[in-house]
């Protein structure tokens, strides 16, 4: 007997499931494209007089649209989620569809425990899909478009500061040609094992050729007998100095354009060398929870639709919409706090998320069923 019910409350669950994924499905996967298009509109709206001004071909256009995409749709998923719920809500609300599930003993939200595991999958997938999609595609819709409005990254540096070699060898530079491949008013602090102060390097100009740095009027500065004492730099001292050109060039990483592992060597260089880090890894934790805005507007849509008894699509929506713009705003100053160090890092990405489950909580506790 007890199998038996198992069994029929296990059928219907499934079968409850099923005709909620038949409603949902369809509207989201027509949301997700409209929104999608929307912002591939938007961008190529915004741009297209400076691809008129530089004759940029069709194709090129086309391949810049074509990088775009992925990044439209983890703009467009949260929207198109949000839309998709309140919709099929606010039609089983209009159809008493709803009233007569909770007559039955059917709670909200025993019946959009579908919809919320559906959401919480989202929010995972998106997250890979970012790390492994939308940041190459970016990369390339970035390079692409660069090139095609003549505006490509000036790898030029200027006052560069490198640690090389575990921080026995420090790396000072007034300016780095990339070009010409040359460093002016170069000055290399070498030290020992124990960060023991060996000697000092100074140079007008250093040239890379291929293998090493070759300078030019460099000069040694090292003590002897406790006196210091000023030698004409060797060659033999010169091809100590291996730190490639690449190290030197102005290529600041943006945390939120790399993947993680990128994300985290990059990190781990700014801890290793005394710059502030903080703003970097608050972006990086940021990587894992603004996926998680999938799930939270799903729980908000399905918390204030069970709060609305009267034009349940319009109020819902508008509230869910709210919500959502809420939770960007929240984010966006936690993270600010992060970045000024008024908040720790793991705070800034994540609070806005803790605070709006909670909310999401309460909603559907006091769920009208």
Do not use: D, W
């Given at each position: 007997m007890q199998n038996s019910c198992f069994y029929l409350i296990l059928g219907v669950s499934m079968k409850l499931a099923l005709y909620i994924y038949r409603m949902f499905f369809p509207l989201f996967l027509a949301s997700l494209a409209t929104f999608a298009f929307i912002l591939e509109m938007v961008d190529l709206m915004m741009n297209i007089w400076r691809y008129i001004y530089n004759s940029v071909p069709v194709n090129v256009v086309g391949t810049i649209m074509l990088n775009f995409l992925p990044r439209t749709f983890t703009w467009a998923l949260p929207l198109a989620f949000l839309f998709a719920s309140c919709f099929m809500l606010s039609t089983l609300a209009s159809n008493n569809e709803l009233t007569a599930l909770f007559a039955s003993g059917v709670s909200l939200i025993e019946f959009t425990v579908p919809l919320l595991v559906v959401s919480a999958i989202f929010s995972v997938a998106l997250f890979f899909f970012q790390d492994r999609v939308v940041v190459k595609a970016s990369l390339k819709y970035e390079q692409v478009k660069s090139v095609a409005l003549n505006q490509e990254k000036d790898l030029d540096n200027d006052n560069i500061v490198i640690i090389s070699d575990g921080g026995k060898m420090i790396y000072k530079a007034d300016h780095f040609d990339n070009y010409l491949q040359r460093l002016r008013n170069l000055c290399v602090v070498v030290r020992g094992e124990d960060k023991e102060l060996r000697s000092i390097i100074f140079a007008d100009y250093a040239a890379w050729n291929g293998e090493h740095w070759r300078t030019q009027n460099g000069q040694e500065y090292r003590y002897e007998n406790g006196?210091?004492?000023?030698?004409?730099?060797?060659?033999?001292?010169?091809?100590?100095?291996?730190?490639?050109?690449?190290?030197?060039?102005?290529?600041?990483?943006?945390?939120?354009?790399?993947?993680?592992?990128?994300?985290?060597?990059?990190?781990?260089?700014?801890?290793?060398?005394?710059?502030?880090?903080?703003?970097?890894?608050?972006?990086?934790?940021?990587?894992?929870?603004?996926?998680?805005?999938?799930?939270?507007?799903?729980?908000?849509?399905?918390?204030?639709?069970?709060?609305?008894?009267?034009?349940?699509?319009?109020?819902?929506?508008?509230?869910?919409?709210?919500?959502?713009?809420l939770f960007y705003v929240t984010q966006m100053i936690t993270m600010l706090m992060a970045k000024f160090g008024m908040l720790p890092p793991i705070f800034g990405a994540w609070l806005p998320v803790a605070l709006f489950v909670f909310l999401s909580f309460v909603l559907l506790k006091y769920s009208h069923t």
């Open positions: 006196i210091m004492k000023i030698f004409p730099l060797g060659r033999e001292i010169e091809k100590t100095l291996t730190e490639l050109p690449e190290t030197f060039r102005n290529n600041t990483v943006s945390v939120e354009s790399a993947t993680i592992e990128e994300s985290r060597v990059y990190i781990r260089h700014l801890q290793k060398t005394g710059l502030p880090f903080s703003e970097a890894l608050s972006q990086y934790y940021n990587k894992f929870s603004f996926p998680f805005v999938v799930f939270i507007v799903a729980f908000l849509s399905v918390g204030i639709s069970g709060n609305c008894r009267r034009n349940v699509f319009v109020i819902s929506l508008t509230l869910s919409l709210a919500a959502a713009v």
